[in-house]
């Protein structure tokens, strides 16, 4: 894109010259209109060069990133040209003080920069994205403007680092970023607040080849049992809320009800206006329609309402087969991808082995990266660090088995 300066010093030629053609006339020198002229000229020239070659060298950014689809088979995903693709990549859910996306690209963009250039070095082709409801919307139908020029930035960013973005949206994640007013909305307006947030985000992402995907929200919970939920987020992990309900109150609804019902409204407000991007949600591994603790989200009834489905799957040490067998219960005729992972239960090694043993099965993989880099990981005596660093490093040389 052509700078504010570039674009400025070219103005001032331009006003130059026609200054000076004004000047030489009134001074009656009969060249000088010539000579002015051919300043006109020269500098209308080089903008036409200059703009002409930031269109072109946009233009070549989105041809080399081709679009991602799901593959005829249902099994996997392919580019619009055919070649096969596999998601590969890390959830950038913040950085390693805990802060949030937005709460720094604002003022500290190149380092998001540089995190991405860190993801893009771990051999990774899809990084998630997790976009907070609070800092999207000023109220249930004003979306907030600078946040999605903040997107546009990333969108862009993406396109340049050959990135694909897994938008994950609705985030609550911090319950003081979360406005009061959104709390006090009833279902039904709660969900059309939700729908005007995926629209306008459609809008913003649409014509960019970078988006391999909308996930609707991280870890949607539909109520169930007599009683009626107070509060819409789920308990706190590591001072973050990632489960949430959509909805308080089951009212003699089955659950998988709930959860279509909610789906249909989100997907409807996205296709008004992307019918392109493929849509998933990403589901906790208790979504299985078991005996037990259960979403409501039952991937055989939910399946048809997105284009694949997600699953954050964090293996237990010694019960990698368990782990297989939930997995499999997602498989349902579309594609699965395991959206969350990492050797929180268990060793890298064993999950390392669990990647290699689900092969078949999974269509993609997205684990994490909290921004550290790896040389100063490498220097750390934290064992926190210790374990992550291990699991990166042994993550991007997974990248040349799982990948084609």
Known sequence: MVSRPVLTGLCRSLETASNFSNFVQNGRIVRGRGIAMKLLAQAGFVLFLVLGLDACVQTACSAEMPWIKVSGDKKGFVTDSGKRFVPWGVNYDHDDRGRLLEDYWGDEWPMVEQHFAAIRDLKCNVVRI????????????????????????????????????????????????????????????????????????????????????????????SPGGRSKARDWLGPAFAGKHFVQRISLDQRDRPRPEIAVAWLKRLNRAIRDVDTRH???????????????????????????????????????????????????????????????????????????????????????????????????????????????????????????????
């Open 130 to 221: 997790h976009l907070q409801f609070g800092k999207f919307m000023k109220g249930p139908s004003e979306p907030d403007r600078q946040a999605h020029e903040n997107l546009s930035r990333l969108l862009a960013l993406a396109e340049r680092t050959n990135l694909y973005l897994d938008l994950t949206g609705l985030g609550c994640y911090h319950k003081q970023d979360v406005p009061a007013w959104y709390d006090e909305l009833d279902e039904a307006e709660r969900w059309e607040a939700q729908a005007v947030f995926w629209k306008s985000v459609a809008e913003t992402c649409k014509g960019s080849p970078a988006v391999f995907c909308y996930d609707l929200m991280n870890e949607p919970v």
């Open 278 to 404: 493929l849509i998933t949600v990403g589901l906790v591994d208790w979504s299985l329609d078991r005996p037990g603790l259960t979403s409501g989200f039952v991937p055989s009834v939910v399946v048809e309402h997105v284009d694949f489905l997600c699953v954050h799957l964090y293996p237990e040490a010694g019960k990698l087969k368990e782990a297989q067998q939930t997995l499999a219960g997602f498989a349902v005729g579309k594609p699965v991808v395991i959206e969350e992972t990492f050797p929180l239960k268990c060793s890298s090694e064993e999950l390392a082995e669990f990647f290699v043993q689900t092969k078949g099965t999974a269509a993609g993989w997205i684990s994490f990266y909290w921004g550290k880099p790896i040389e100063e990981l490498k220097k750390s005596r934290e064992l926190g660090d210790a374990i992550l660093l291990q699991w990166l490093l042994k993550y991007e040389r997974l990248s040349e088995f799982m990948l084609p």
